[in-house]
């Protein structure tokens, strides 16, 4: 998600009929459904397999897992990808959306801090 508007932007804040930036608004619906940042920093680290996936974040539930994983892949910001052979494997990867939303998650992190 490119932000082509300022924060506050009139044009924007009138189009959707709402006080706040649209595209604020999106952002936010998508990073702050909860484990959706934890996925993404997860994958960012390396860990590319559901189960790896699952451990790097400890105490989300599978069905939970995989409803997160297609959300951010109908998100644009993570692929699947299915690997030839068995047992068949399933690997995947952040977009360059989500490739490019890593150092925005890091900068919450100091932020935390």
Known sequence: MQLEQPFGHADSNESAGIGACPYFVAAMDIIGRRWSAL??????????????????????????????????????????????GRPIRVRYALTARGTELLPILHQIVIWGH
């Open 39 to 84: 996925v993404i920093e997860a994958i960012g680290q390396g860990n590319t397999g559901f189960a790896e996936i699952s451990r790097y974040i400890g105490t989300v539930g599978d069905p939970m897992l995989a409803r997160r994983l297609r959300e951010l892949e109908a998100d644009d910001l993570v692929v699947r990808e299915v690997l030839d």
